[in-house]
C-alpha cells in the first residue's frame, strides 16, 4: 500500500495528547491551538498520591490522560471514533483502510518503540499520542509532536508501540474526529472550561489535589527518605520532580506556561483586560515552578538530601500553593 | 557594526552561562560560538538540568521567554543559537 494524506500539516507541539488532538482537529476545519485545546478541555490540575505497587508517592500537574479528548468533545460538540483492538492484525487492517479514505488516525503507543527519535530520548511511556497519515510500502508515516518532520516508522515498531503491555497499556487505542463543529460558541465555552478548572483547583473536596495536593506535596516531601531503599533512590526520586515538571511534554513548568498562554488567547477572544492579566500572573507563578524544579534537581544530582535541604524544598511547593490558591480563586471570581 | 553588536552579546551570554552554572575551569574563548552546548561532543558538559538553569538566566537578563522545552532544545544548541533567538525576540519587542 503506498498512500499520503497531503494535505495533513504537522506541527511541534509541547505535548502529545493536546498536540495530536490539535492538530487533528485543524485537519478537520477548526483552527484551534495546542493551549486552547488544553485550556478549553480544563487540562491544568494538580495531585498528590501515592499509589499501589510503587515505594515513592508521585504528583500529577494536569488532569488523566484522555480527558483532554473527551472534553474537547463536550465543549466543543466533537464526536469522536474510538477503539480499542485485541487483534493486531484488524487493527493494522482498519488503519490502512481509514488511510486510504484520507482520515488521519491518532493512535497511543509505547514511546519507546518510537525509533525515529534518538534512543538516549526514548523510555517506555504507553500514553504517548502519534498520528497515523500514510503508509508507504512497510513504513507508516506519523506526524509526532516531539519530532520536527513527519517520521517513517516501520509496521512491526509501530504495532509493538500500539499493544506493548504494562501499565495504562495502549491496547491498539485509536481516534479520529467523526463530527467537528466549525463554530462552536467559543466564548461561552472558554468561561465553562476556565470555571471548571479553577474548581478543580480550589474547591474539589479530595485532600489531595488541587491547591491541597499541592500543599500536601510540600508538607510530605520531608518524609522522602523513609520511602527510600538509598540514597541513590532518593536522589532519583527528587531528581524526577524536575523531570514531572519539565521534561514530561509540559510546556514548562508543569503546565503552567502552557495554560498561561491559554489565558492570553482566550482573553484576547473574551476581549478581557482581567483574564489578560491573569496570564501574566501565571507565568510569574510558572517561574516559582520552574525554580523548584532546578532546586530538586541540583539536590538530587548533588546527593544533597538532608530532611534540612527537603524542609526548604518542602517551603517552595508550600509557596506555590499559596499563590496559586489566590491566582484560582480570582481566576473563579472573574468567570463565575 | 551590527556584527559586532552580535559577537559583543555572544561573548556576553558566554560569560553568563559560566557564571551561572559556576563553571571556572573554562574561559569565554574557550567556547566556540557554533559548537553543541548539549549532547554529543558538547565541549563544557551541560546537561538537562543546566539548560533550565540556563533559560532562566536568560530571562532574567534579556527578557526573553524560553517556556517550552522542544524550542529549549533549538534555541539551546549552540552560542550561535541562542544570540539569534535573542536578537529575533528583541526585535519583535521593538
Known amino acids: 500500500m503506498n498512500h499520503t494524506i497531503t494535505d495533513f500539516q504537522h506541527k511541534m507541539a509541547a505535548h502529545c495528547e493536546s498536540g495530536t488532538l490539535s492538530g487533528i482537529l485543524n485537519y478537520n476545519g477548526l483552527e484551534i491551538t495546542e493551549p486552547m485545546v488544553f485550556g478549553l478541555a480544563n487540562g491544568i490540575f494538580f495531585g498528590y498520591m501515592k499509589m499501589k505497587n510503587f515505594n515513592f508517592p508521585t504528583f500529577f500537574v494536569r488532569i488523566q490522560p484522555g480527558k483532554l479528548r473527551t472534553n474537547i468533545g463536550k465543549r466543543l460538540g466533537v464526536k469522536y471514533y474510538s477503539k480499542t483492538y485485541k487483534n493486531q492484525e484488524e487493527a493494522t487492517q482498519e488503519l490502512d483502510a481509514l488511510l486510504l479514505k484520507n482520515i488521519p488516525v491518532a493512535v497511543q503507543v509505547d514511546f519507546f518503540y518510537m525509533d525515529y527519535l534518538p534512543s538516549w530520548y526514548r523510555v517506555h511511556n504507553n500514553v504517548h499520542f502519534i498520528t497515523v497519515v500514510g503508509k508507504e510500502g512497510s513504513q507508516y508515516l506519523v506526524s509526532d509532536c516531539y519530532f520536527p518532520e513527519l517520521a517513517r516508522i516501520e509496521q512491526d515498531s509501530l504495532i509493538k508501540g500500539r499493544f506493548a503491555g504494562g501499565l495504562s497499556a495502549p491496547k491498539g487505542f485509536m481516534y479520529y474526529p467523526t463530527l467537528v463543529p466549525q463554530d462552536p460558541d467559543l466564548k461561552k465555552q472558554l468561561k465553562i472550561g476556565i470555571k471548571k478548572a479553577s474548581f478543580n483547583m480550589i474547591k474539589l473536596p479530595i485532600p489531595f489535589v488541587g491547591i491541597k495536593g499541592i500543599r500536601k506535596f510540600g508538607n510530605k516531601i520531608t518524609e522522602w527518605p523513609s520511602f527510600a531503599r538509598d540514597i541513590e533512590n532518593l536522589s532519583h526520586e527528587v531528581m524526577k520532580i524536575n523531570v514531572l515538571l519539565e521534561d514530561q511534554g509540559t510546556g514548562g513548568a508543569g503546565f503552567r506556561y502552557m495554560y498561561a498562554t491559554f489565558l492570553r488567547q482566550a482573553s484576547e477572544i473574551l476581549n478581557s483586560e482581567e483574564i489578560k492579566e491573569m496570564s501574566k500572573r501565571l507565568m510569574e507563578i510558572g517561574d516559582g515552578w520552574r525554580e523548584i524544579s532546578v532546586f530538586a534537581a541540583r539536590m538530587g544530582k548533588n546527593r544533597d538530601l538532608g530532611v534540612d535541604k527537603l524542609r526548604v524544598l518542602g517551603d517552595m511547593i508550600l509557596k506555590r500553593a499559596d499563590v496559586e490558591k489566590e491566582f484560582f480563586t480570582d481566576l473563579y471570581k472573574i468567570v463565575k | 557594526m551590527e556584527s559586532l ?85 528583541k526585535e519583535k519587542q521593538d
Open chain 2, 5 to 89: 553588536q552580535a559577537e559583543a552579546l555572544k561573548k556576553e551570554i558566554k560569560e553568563l552561562i559560566l557564571d551561572t552554572l559556576k563553571i571556572i575551569d573554562v574561559k569565554p574563548e574557550d567556547i566556540k560560538n557554533d559548537a553543541p552546548l548539549f549532547g554529543e561532543g558538547n565541549s563544557i558538559g551541560l546537561d538537562s538540568i543546566d539548560s533550565i538553569e540556563i533559560i532562566m538566566a536568560l530571562q532574567r537578563k534579556y527578557e526573553v521567554r524560553i517556556d517550552d522545552q522542544n524550542l529549549a532544545r533549538f534555541v539551546l544548541q549552540s552560542i550561535n543559537s541562542i544570540a539569534d533567538f535573542i536578537i529575533k525576540e
